[in-house]
């Protein structure tokens, strides 16, 4: 594979706040990163049905984004790409009109196509469905919990709201293939990449981000985007629960060959911080200034940089978490000394690595033979601060990737197909 004209796979991440991609090239050592690209998709819209828990995005937003990631990406080299990779949010969901999907137009790099009959996505952060809705629920035949946002339970909660008793729509759900396997070709050439190309089933992203860096069953994953998980993996064999442990802030997720990985899944990561971000945003825009929220969150990180250490205590739940949904946000130890942008944006970042450790503790990461910790994910990416608290919170050397880890790994899975 290796030579200027070597094929190439694109792997293609839809991400909450982001798209990513990635072209991955053979060498005579493996597979190599030759290109990628991210762009924010600003897709957050309201929902008049579900008022302020919704939590939705405008389709059509993300898949200009998509675009304009792909059109960043050299031409030349897209013109090579034999097979694509996907991955996005686990738990969210979209519906749309068969054949009705999309529609193809042209464009100024050739045919693109625009979502048509689509709705709104219900992501993952969705909180329309409350624990009592939850809980009237038929119980899941899993060892996985139902959790508001899960595209299952966003179903139920329309069903009820229009009073359809007809049961639940088995045919909207996906047919579950193997990783790897292929969904389809593509119909038109698209930025250069052929008419014809392969397109592998949709993967999770987070399965995805611990696929790009995950070489050693001592190594332990961290990532933080817009969430964050910590998690380590199950030896050969293992099977979970055969039953949901609801209260259990540590899940089993199916990983790839049959495989589990114990993670500590939070719904508090980058998010967090940008809703830190916004918050100041608001009071200076309240205090009749304007600063570009950008801006912002380089000078909190600065500002955190200048404080090697903070007293203030915060507990970011700002979101909950699925196995303590009630549980928010909390500060204390709260002392005129404490109250600088740079005490409380440390603060706020050891919080963030604090829970997960809280989640899946040091101790058993080191009962499970842990020896390094692979750090991944746009925000830990960016961000110095959080990472100084990933190296002050675990005793373990700390290895760093880069913010398109889903989408290389959803090109690895590809590449390792062909």
Known sequence: MAGSEASCVLGIDLGTTSVKAALLVGTERGHVVAESCSRETQAHTSSLEAGPQGMEQNVRRIITALNECLAALPQQQLQRVSHIGISGQMHGIVFWKRDQGCRWTECGTGPTFEPEEVSHLVTWQDGRCSPAFLASLPLPQSHISVATGFGCATVYWYLKKRLKKSGFPLHLLP?????????????????????????????????????????????????????????????PGFQPPETPEPSSAVTYFPYFNGD?????ASLNGGNVLATFVDMVSQWIEDLGLQVQESAIYAKIIKAALAQDDSKLSIHPTIFGERHVPEQLA?????AVSELSLGHVT???CRGIIENLSSMLPVQRLMETGVSRILGSGSALARNEVLRQEVERIFPFPVVYGKDVDAAVGAAMVMFHRK
């Open 175 to 235: 047919e579950v293939g193997d990783p790897g396997s292929i969904a389809g070709r593509t119909v038109c050439a698209w930025h250069g990449i052929p008419k014809g190309t392969e397109v592998g089933i949709a993967l999770g992203d987070f399965q995805c981000s611990v696929y790009s860096c995950l070489t050693e069953r001592t190594d332990a994953v961290l990532n933080i985007s817009t969430s964050a998980q910590l998690t380590i993996s199950m030896p």
């Open 260 to 264: 589990y990985l114990a993670v500590a």
């Open 330 to 334: 909390s500060v204390t130890s709260i």
């Open 346 to 348: 440390r603060a706020l």
